[in-house]
């Protein structure tokens, strides 16, 4: 008997042959944290069909509204490994290259032509995709656009071809879009709209610029915010202070780049590493020695346990009801118009990093949630049910699963409740007030200046 393997359907996107061993199926996960399995679920390289629960209802429901909140797709590292040959990585666009995508080469004709769209302020001013031989620090890859591409061809299947959200004649009126003022970020939102609208016309496009990467806008200013992300930053040091395999690692590699162990730590070593690793690229070496895959499990399994223990101490919970609060005001009173028949902004796209979307499933008390991998997506669904027109629910989705019943403010919901989504009320009070009876408070306002007891 010939037993000849086959590539199954991943919901990670890997091809497990390619792997020197075979990676586990996301649905059976490794007992212990898995540093390796964790990366490649982070790189999110995009191989093979994505399954995806957004869009589904019973057939009597009616989609309303969609509100999308992405992180980037996949980036050249922020920081560099001082003293080591940056990753030799290319951010010209190539369609004949992998991972490609259909449409990728009417993308960069279209987003060349792009002079007609109405950008806020600096947004006018960056490029509107990728296209450096050697990418900047920083920079969107291809990977990244074609993550976003996917992306916006998958929520275009359902949202628009399925459910009919946009029709061919759509207006600027019916959606609202919102990038900070980074490269990274502008481009992957065109990406996913380009692949998502029925028609992509620059004159309709009016992207605004958020200053802040937690979409505060206007109501920013929340001194127990800062205060709670000091306490968890002490949290972290201590945590780090503690791992003995860690500063062991640390102190291994600075020897070999020929630095300070404190020198390479503030370099930041996880973000180019994973930059390494996502793109199969030999993590870097010197005259005395190579920075290898065990140095690189050490330091991801840290941070793999950092984001537990996250978890679990509420500091960072804390800091993120007060640092997603206007954000998800703006969601809940954008969400309210839209259920009293109001027919603008039905679709919504906020374009950000990490640091906006691992606050918002913190708050939301998705505490399952992974970390945002890259190109990662939050989806916020408003159905109106057509036996009782008055009646709206949410469906809230991760990267394509359905985890509204895992938010604090629909667990007991869903016991009760026949129904395969949450009422939209149970959302509005969560946010209006529920948010702050941890503070003991029962506004934004004095949340942000009363001090804990």
């Known amino acids: 008997v010939h037993l000849i393997p086959v590539n199954p359907i991943r919901e990670d996107g890997l091809n497990p042959k390619s792997r020197k061993r075979i990676m586990p199926d996301l649905l059976t996960e490794p007992p212990a944290i898995d540093p390796v399995y964790e ?56 369609p004949s290259r992998k991972p490609s995508h259909p449409q990728l080469e009417a993308f960069i004709k279209h987003m060349s032509k792009g002079s007609a769209a109405q950008m806020d302020g600096s947004l006018s001013s960056l490029p509107r995709y990728p296209s450096h031989s050697l990418c900047e620090m920083g920079e969107l890859t291809q990977t990244g656009v074609v993550q976003h591409l996917r992306n916006g061809q998958l929520l275009r299947e359902i949202y628009i071809n399925k459910h009919k959200l946009l029709l061919s004649d759509w207006t600027t009126k019916q959606l609202y879009l919102e990038t900070t003022g980074k490269s990274r970020t502008l481009q992957s939102a065109l990406a996913l709209l380009y692949t998502l609208l029925p028609d992509f016309d620059w004159k309709k496009i009016n992207m605004r610029h958020q200053w802040s990467t937690i979409f505060c806008s206007g109501s920013c200013d929340c001194p127990m915010r800062n205060h709670y992300l000091e306490e968890e930053q002490r949290r972290q040091y201590s945590l780090r202070v503690k791992n003995n395999d860690l500063e062991k690692i640390y102190v291994d590699m600075a020897k070999i780049v020929g630095i300070p162990t404190r020198q390479l730590r503030a370099s930041n070593p996880i973000d180019s590493l994973l930059c390494y690793f996502c793109h199969n690229v030999s993590f870097p070496c010197t005259k005395t020695g190579c920075i290898d895959m065990e140095h690189f499990k050490v ?31 703006q969601t809940v009173n954008r969400l309210q118009r839209i259920a009293e028949g109001k027919k603008e902004e039905v679709f919504v796209l906020y374009s950000a990093h990490d640091v906006t979307l691992s606050p918002v499933l913190s708050a939301l008390g998705i505490t399952e949630a992974r970390f945002p991998r890259f190109a990662a997506r939050l989806v916020f669904e408003l159905w109106q049910d057509g036996k009782r027109p008055k009646e709206h629910f949410i469906r809230i989705l991760y990267n394509g699963a359905d ?13 009760r409740s026949s129904k395969p989504m949450c009422p939209l009320e149970k959302f509005v009070s969560f946010v209006k007030r529920d948010m702050f009876l941890v503070f003991n408070s029962t506004s934004y306002y004095d949340a942000c200046r009363r001090r804990p007891l």
């Open 39 to 94: 990366a490649h679920v982070y790189c999110n390289i995009p191989t093979v069909a994505e399954r995806s629960m957004e869009g589904h209802a019973p057939h009597y429901f009616k989609l309303v509204s969609v509100q999308v909140l992405i992180r980037h797709g996949d980036r050249y590292p922020l920081y560099a490994i001082p003293k080591t040959k940056r990753p030799d990585i290319d951010c010209m666009l190539l």
């Open 299 to 329: 330091i991801k399994r840290h941070q793999l346990e950092d984001e537990r223990e996250r978890q679990e101490k509420k500091l960072y919970f804390l800091y993120a009801l007060l640092a997603t609060h206007p954000l998800l005001n």
């Open 403 to 415: 985890v509204t019943f895992q938010t604090s403010f629909c667990k007991d919901y869903y016991k």
